[in-house]
């Protein structure tokens, strides 16, 4: 399972398959995802049935970045070899500060 980062935007393209087979579906999925791929952005592709469009969903903010940020570097400092630890570590400061604002 991929990672979710969250130092990145997510962007949900709503991909119209009306009128196409399964297969054709499919292809058409992949071809796009073949030639939206993107580094700096996170991209989830959902077929519909209405018409194609893209929405941004989620957006970082400088806030939540910092504080990704200086728990990585806690975590480096501190040579923390366990992943899991990290991702609790990562999620109990995550909620902290969500629940602040």
């Known amino acids: 399972m991929n990672k979710l980062n969250l130092e990145q935007p997510i962007f949900v393209f709503y991909l119209d ?3 196409t087979t399964p297969q054709r579906a499919r292809e ?3 071809d796009f995802i073949e030639h939206h791929r993107y580094d700096n952005a996170t991209t989830w592709i959902i077929p519909v049935k209405d ?3 893209v929405e941004c969903i989620y957006k970082p903010n400088d806030k939540l970045k910092t504080l ?3 728990i990585n ?3 480096n400092d501190y040579k923390i070899d366990s992943p899991e630890l990290k991702i609790l570590i990562r999620d109990f400061k995550i909620e902290n500060i969500l629940e602040q604002d």
């Open 68 to 70: 990704i940020d200086k």
């Open 51 to 53: 018409s194609s469009k």
């Open 17 to 19: 398959i009306r009128g």
């Open 28 to 30: 058409q999925i992949a």
């Open 73 to 75: 570097s806690i975590i």
